[in-house]
């Protein structure tokens, strides 16, 4: 294999699929990246076996071929060159010669016929997206997603892509967020995405790229122009969400996101650190917040609403409700509540494509 | 320059004659009785405890039985109930726990707080003792006697001045005051040996010893000298230390012979996560991180573990430690296999979780079983597939 290629566009290709590749793998061969001649572009591959990704950049093919190379060492290397040429060379051995105005490189590479494929399953049909919806509808969910390592089925985000919608759930068991939008057309198909795959869509997506997506045996797969991702689906049942969506709380507020947002984190300085307890005392007209902590002293603040139910009171999370309100981008959000042990709904005052429900805390 | 150090409140709460008194709350006939709890009164044991109806005849804890019958023969004799009296004790350390963080059990009965940091929530110290030993004798039924003072070892001198349901306080200030006419053998660490000697150097109260110069002392001696002095001078900055909760609970098996069934190593899986859970329920504990270990035929042993939501249901122990299990290629034979559960803390969990009922049920059912197990014994209640199995006929 003999190449040339744009510098820079050698490192934005690289970026893309180098964080793909795991610190510590079992198979020495994981740690490096795919390099193969692919018409007139050079293909940049990474995987970890559950999640992998390959990314096409421009390049001025001299000799077909294929080799891998340090993930890390070859990012570091490419990170540092000048702006401008750099070819690429195999030699006998796997050596390969790497060269960019004065500057040259020996490096040792490992034969590319050893490198796992990342070749997708094709698909009967794709979901088209726009890559800022995709990504804002990932930020709305994956703060979610459970640590539970015992709970395999959360560790990962459901896309259920159905009836001429596309909805992303995500829940740890304290709190559930769902995201939906409509799609003009879609293959129905549904499956659990993996945290690790979310948070590297959410890192390469840009603004205005059209994605395409399809869920299909147990891949998922997401591509762009000159870039695939595609991650094993988690294997395992995800839990029937919908049952845990309150319908018909008697307590319904609307009231101004940044204000609601400024005072939690206005009085949960004086929250215990962990988990951050918050109390809500809600009365006709009012919400008062408070917190307290038994070395630090007592934090409170009112926010007047338009409520003229019942007094209640009710202890959340503070995380909880700041990463909700976070997810929510509508200035007026809708807060329905029941009583101090059931969960609360966050959703924003206009549309329904998007709402996170949380339980709340003994307090 | 040094910092004086912040004056601490020390609270040490004693209940009074405590297996007796729990016998006598439950059993109202044997209230103004002398009651002695302890081993059989025929036979060659100690009494446990002794109510103050028998301590008046001389009666004392660790006195033989046969001598407390002589001494007192008409007193109501009785076994010792240990789960009775834990469950006493679980009480009265949960209302302990609501006034201060810091509350360090001794035994079943006695515990220190340090309550510096409770009096602007609860009021002053003395207050605080009062509170509490109102609410051991409304919610419990039983009567504490309490100290309060600057240290452990004045709060503890002070409990037993005035027993039973005694209140004695020692204001800071006071310590040289208060420990000046008591006997030299109320000092901590000071048995009938070091009596002896001290008095033969004429030292009979805690006040003439705190008179003595230092070097003298550290002669006689040594380390021991040192630590006399300062608490006879009212000074001990021992911390109030709350127990810390076990790193790991666990439990592993060494096969007589090696095994290979997968079967039956799931059930003796099974059976060591049901043991751990009833451990894990009765410690108060939960834990996140299970696990596995395998021991091979040939030694080479391999661990796996993961972390998730705290529990202390052996079937959700097992149902994880089983994951772990499915998750590995058996490339030999098992000599041992075992669980542990590990990062554990305190059980009740502030957040609710979606799954809160199901978590609920379970942990009601294991409750139950926990019941029957305590009544019948630890084989009443199993798995199915921990039966026996009988062999089967030709």
């Known amino acids: 294999m003999e190449v040339e290629i744009e510098r ?22 994981l740690a490096n990246v795919l390099l193969e001649t692919e018409g007139d572009s050079v293909r940049v591959s990474a995987t970890d076996l559950a999640v992998g990704a390959r990314v096409e950049v421009p390049a001025k093919v001299a000799a077909r071929g294929a080799i891998t190379l340090s993930a890390r060492k070859l990012g570091e290397i490419v990170k540092e060159l000048p702006s401008g040429v750099l070819s690429l060379k195999v030699q ?56 539970d390592e015992s709970r395999y089925a959360l560790n990962g985000v459901l896309f259920i892509i159905q009836a001429g919608r596309v909805r992303l759930v995500a829940t740890d068991g ?53 870039f695939l991702l595609l991650a094993r689906l988690i294997e395992g049942q995800f839990p029937n969400y919908e049952q845990v969506v309150p319908k018909g709380h008697p307590c319904r507020l609307v009231l101004s996101r940044t204000a609601l947002a400024a005072a939690l984190r206005r009085v949960s300085v004086l929250s215990e650190e962990r ?29 007047s609403v338009d409520y003229t139910g019942e007094e209640m009171t009710i202890g959340f999370n503070s995380r909880y409700l700041l990463d909700a309100l976070g997810a929510l981008d509508a200035e007026q959000v809708v807060v329905e509540l029941k009583d101090a042990m059931s969960p609360g709904i966050f959703r924003s005052w206009e549309g329904e494509e998007y709402f996170c429900v949380i339980m709340p805390m003994r307090i | 320059m040094e910092a004086t150090p912040p004056s601490r409140s020390i609270i040490h ?31 060659r044991g100690v009494v446990a405890a002794a109510s103050y109806e028998a301590r008046a005849f001389g009666v004392c804890s660790a006195m033989p039985i046969r001598k407390a019958a002589a001494l007192c023969p008409h007193a109501a004799f ?66 504490a006697s309490a100290g309060v003072a600057p240290n452990k070892f004045l709060a503890k001198l002070a409990s037993d001045l005035e027993k039973p349901d005694g209140l004695v306080e020692v204001n800071p200030g006071d310590e040289v005051d208060f420990l000046r006419d008591l006997p030299v053998d109320r000092l901590w660490g000071v048995g009938p040996a070091t009596a002896r000697e001290l008095r033969a150097m004429g030292v009979e109260t805690i006040g003439q010893l705190a008179r003595l110069p230092g070097g003298l002392l550290v002669k006689r001696f040594g380390k021991t000298g040192t630590f006399l002095l300062e608490l006879a001078r009212g000074r001990d900055d021992r911390p109030v230390e709350p127990l810390a909760p076990p790193k790991s609970m666990g439990a592993e098996e060494t096969f007589p012979r090696d095994l290979r069934d997968p079967d039956r190593l799931q059930r003796a899986l099974l059976a060591q996560c049901e043991r751990i859970g009833r451990e894990l329920r009765v410690e108060g504990y939960a834990g ?31 149902r994880r430690a089983r994951g772990l299990f499915g998750g590995l290629r058996l490339v030999a034979a098992v000599r041992l296999i075992g669980v542990s559960v590990s990062r554990l803390g305190a059980t009740e969990a502030a957040q609710l979780s979606f799954f809160s009922d199901f978590e609920a049920r379970r942990a009601r059912l294991a409750r139950a079983v926990d019941a029957l197990s305590r009544r019948f014994g630890e084989r009443a209640v199993i798995a199915a597939s921990l039966l026996a199995r009988p062999s089967r006929r030709q």
């Not at chain 1, 690289?14 to 793909?20: E, G, Y």
């Not at chain 1, 590479?109 to 890559?131: M, Q, R, Y």
């Not at chain 1, 549904?190 to 390469?204: C, M, T």
């Not at chain 2, 991180?289 to 998730?308: E, N, P, W």
């Open chain 1, 8 to 29: 820079d566009a050698f490192s934005k290709g690289l970026q893309m699929v180098q964080n793909i590749v795991e610190p510590r793998q079992t198979l020495p061969i």
């Open chain 1, 92 to 147: 006998e051995n796997a050596w390969v010669l790497l060269r960019c105005g004065g500057v040259s490189y020996k490096l040792v590479g490992l034969a590319a016929e050893d490198f796992p494929a990342v070749v997708p399953t094709s698909p009967p049909g794709w979901v088209s997206l726009d890559g800022k919806v995709l990504k804002e509808m990932l930020a709305q969910t994956a703060f979610a997603i459970s640590h």
């Open chain 1, 174 to 226: 304290h709190r559930l967020a769902v995201s939906s939008r409509s799609l003009a057309e879609g293959a129905p198909g549904s499956g659990i995405v993996p945290r690790k795959a979310v948070q590297e869509i959410v890192r390469v997506l840009g603004v205005g790229e059209e994605v395409q997506l399809a869920l299909v045996e147990n891949q998922f797969i997401l591509r762009m122009p000159n």
């Open chain 1, 275 to 303: 988990t951050k307890p918050v109390k809500l005392v809600l009365a006709a007209g009012a919400l008062k917040l408070a917190a307290h902590n038994p070395e630090l002293g007592e934090a409170e603040e009112t926010l």
């Open chain 2, 13 to 43: 709460v004693d209940m009074d004659a405590f297996y007796a008194s729990v016998e006598q709350r439950d059993r109202p006939e044997l209230r103004g009785r002398p009651v002695i709890v302890g081993a059989d009164p025929r036979g």
């Open chain 2, 78 to 143: 009785l076994p010792v109930d240990r789960d009775k009296y834990a469950r006493a004790s679980a009480a009265i350390m949960a209302i302990l726990a609501g006034y201060s963080p810091l509350v360090e059990p001794i035994s079943v009965d006695e515990a220190f707080l340090d309550v510096t940091a409770s009096v602007r929530l609860f009021g002053p110290p003395l207050a605080i003792a009062r509170a509490i030993k109102g609410r051991l004798r409304a919610e419990v039924g039983l009567t």
């Open chain 2, 288 to 318: 996140r991180t299970v696990t596995l270990k395998i021991r091979f035929a040939d030694f080479r042993t391999i661990t796996r573990s993961l972390t998730g939501e705290p529990t202390q249901d052996g079937l959700e122990i097992f």
